[in-house]
């Protein structure tokens, strides 16, 4: 079992940021990425991006590249959405997900955390 805990979410105007952090605990070990995916209202959900657990490959959306960046501090089990520019269609519920064994195999999610994007 993977547990996720995510935080930082919160209301912005139109071109600020927000950093989202969410922290693994458990058996982090089967972990091979780490993905963050997002649910706008109304809308299905979204593919943000991911890193890999070990190594520095990330993989993002396109309509996120250039202004998010997913990083990884492994000492603290954490994993880092840095929100830049951000947009009223950026809007949504946040969530971290674990892909254990392989890639896109999210079986572990977070809770989720608000974003909301003011115009």
């Known amino acids: 079992q993977v547990r996720l805990v995510e935080s930082g979410g919160g209301l912005v105007q139109a071109g600020g940021s927000l950093r989202l952090s969410c922290q693994a605990s458990?058996?982090?070990?089967?972990?091979?990425?780490m993905g963050w995916i997002r649910r706008a209202p109304g809308k299905e959900r979204e593919f943000v991006g991911a890193?890999?657990?070990?190594?520095?490959?990330?993989y993002y959306a396109d309509s996120v590249k250039g202004r998010f960046t997913i990083s990884r501090d492994n000492a603290k089990n954490t994993v880092y959405l840095q929100m830049n520019s951000l947009q009223p269609e950026d809007t949504g519920v946040y969530y971290c997900?674990?892909?254990?064994?392989?890639?896109?195999?999210?079986?572990?999610w977070g809770q989720g955390t608000q974003v909301t994007v003011s115009s």
């Open positions: 997900a674990a892909s254990p064994y392989r890639l896109d195999n999210y079986a572990y």
């Open positions: 458990g058996s982090t070990i089967i972990v091979v990425a």
């Open positions: 890193i890999r657990w070990s190594g520095d490959t990330t």
